[in-house]
T-cell receptor, first 110, second 113 residues
C-alpha cells in the first residue's frame, strides 16, 4: 500500500550544493507533479510530466530540473541550492489531476 | 490566469457544528474546481472535485461543495464537525483536468470539543 513515496524526508544543504529528490509511485499513473509548499502560499507547481520521457514547466520552474526516465519515477534536481528554495516539496501522481501525494520532503538551505 | 481565494486562514468550530470553508475562484473559462485536505506532516488528499456535471458535489468524509457560477464560489461544507476533521483545507482551480492547477493559500480548521 505504498502509493507515492518521496526520498529523502528531510535534508539540510548549504548554499550552492546540489541534490536530487526522488519520487516513486506504484499506481501506474501517467501524470506526475512536483510542488513546493510555503507558508501562506498554498502549493505551487514546479514541473510536471504527462508520461514517461516527458516533462513540462509549471508556475515556478526556475532553479529546478526534472527527469522522468521511468514511468514510476519522477526526479527533481537542484543544481545550485539557494536559501529561497527552503521549502516543503511534494510529489503527486494521478490519471489527470494530482490525486495522490507523498508525505513531503522538508528541505532547508543554509 | 485562473486563481482561487480562500476566505479565512483559520476557522474554528465546535464538535457537531456546521463546517463552512469558503473558496472563490477567478477563471476566464469554465473551471474545474477541487478541494484537498492535508493532515499534519502528510501530503494532500483529494476530497472532491467539480468537473461541470452536477453543481453539488459530494466527497469523502461527509464533505460536499456547491458550485455557484453567479457567485464564482465553491464553498466546502459538512453538517456536523468531528474532531478528526481538524486539518488544513485547500481549494484549487484549473482550466482543464490535465495540469496548471492553482491552489489557494489554505484554511486551517480547528474543531473544539
Amino acid at each position: 500500500n505504498a502509493g507515492v513515496t518521496q526520498t529523502p524526508k528531510f535534508r539540510v544543504l548549504k548554499t550552492g550544493q546540489s541534490m536530487t529528490l526522488l519520487c516513486a509511485q506504484d499506481m501506474n499513473h501517467e501524470y506526475m507533479y512536483w510542488y513546493r509548499q510555503d507558508p501562506g502560499m498554498g502549493l505551487r507547481l514546479i514541473h510536471y510530466s504527462v508520461g514517461e520521457g516527458t516533462t513540462a514547466k509549471g508556475e515556478v520552474p526556475d532553479g529546478y530540473n526534472v527527469s522522468r526516465l521511468k514511468k514510476q519515477n519522477f526526479l527533481l534536481g537542484l543544481e545550485s541550492a539557494a536559501p529561497s528554495q527552503t521549502s516543503v516539496y511534494f510529489c503527486a501522481s494521478g490519471r489527470r489531476q494530482p490525486q495522490h501525494f507523498g508525505d513531503g520532503t522538508r528541505l532547508s538551505i543554509l | 490566469a485562473q486563481s482561487v481565494t480562500q476566505l479565512g486562514s483559520h476557522v474554528s468550530v465546535s464538535e457537531g457544528a456546521l463546517v463552512l470553508l469558503r473558496c472563490n475562484y477567478s477563471s476566464s473559462v469554465p473551471p474545474y474546481l477541487f478541494w484537498y485536505v492535508q493532515y499534519p506532516n502528510q501530503g494532500l488528499q483529494l476530497l472532491l472535485k467539480y468537473t461541470s456535471a452536477a453543481t453539488l458535489v459530494k466527497g469523502i468524509n461527509g464533505f460536499e461543495a456547491e458550485f455557484k457560477k453567479s457567485e464564482t464560489s465553491f464553498h466546502l461544507t459538512k453538517p456536523s464537525a468531528h474532531m478528526s476533521d481538524a486539518a488544513e483545507y485547500f481549494c484549487a482551480v484549473s482550466v482543464d483536468e490535465d495540469n496548471d492547477m492553482r491552489f489557494g493559500a489554505g484554511t486551517r480548521l480547528t474543531v473544539k470539543p
